[in-house]
């Protein structure tokens, strides 16, 4: 079993909002830098956001600036991303990832030690 498992993907129209989530297990989320990359059909994977355990910087792609923001609660040991405004490039499989690396290893260098199975973000009208 990962130790990374996503979920609240789905199909949405454009315009819409999907919260997605990411529960750990087997580890704590705190000790770690958290992220999320996307991957479509034909195209490179993105690190769409990424979010510093040190001291709660953020890194986001250009694409997803001001619609998508990225939150962790460690009660819970679980991370989310809101995404607003979706945009039909938005589709693609969502992946949360964790590990100890800044979050410019992370997000821009594709650099983890935890990833999930992914969750389906379908953005169509």
């Known amino acids: 079993q990962l130790p990374l498992v996503e979920s609240g993907g789905g199909l949405v129209q454009p315009g819409g909002s999907l919260r997605l989530s990411c529960a750990a297990s087997?580890?704590?989320?705190?000790?770690?830098?958290i992220g999320w990359f996307r991957q479509a059909p034909g195209k490179e994977r993105e690190g769409v956001s990424c979010l510093s355990t040190t001291d709660g910087s953020t890194y986001y792609a250009d694409s997803v600036k001001g619609r998508f923001t990225i939150s962790r609660d460690n009660t819970k040991n679980t991370l989310y991303l809101q995404m607003n405004s979706l945009k039909p490039e938005d589709t693609a499989i969502y992946y949360c990832i964790a590990g100890d690396v800044t979050i410019q290893d992370m997000c821009v260098r594709n650099e983890y030690d935890y990833w999930g199975q992914g969750t389906q973000v379908v953005v169509s009208s």
């Open positions: 087997g580890f704590t989320l705190d000790y770690y830098a």
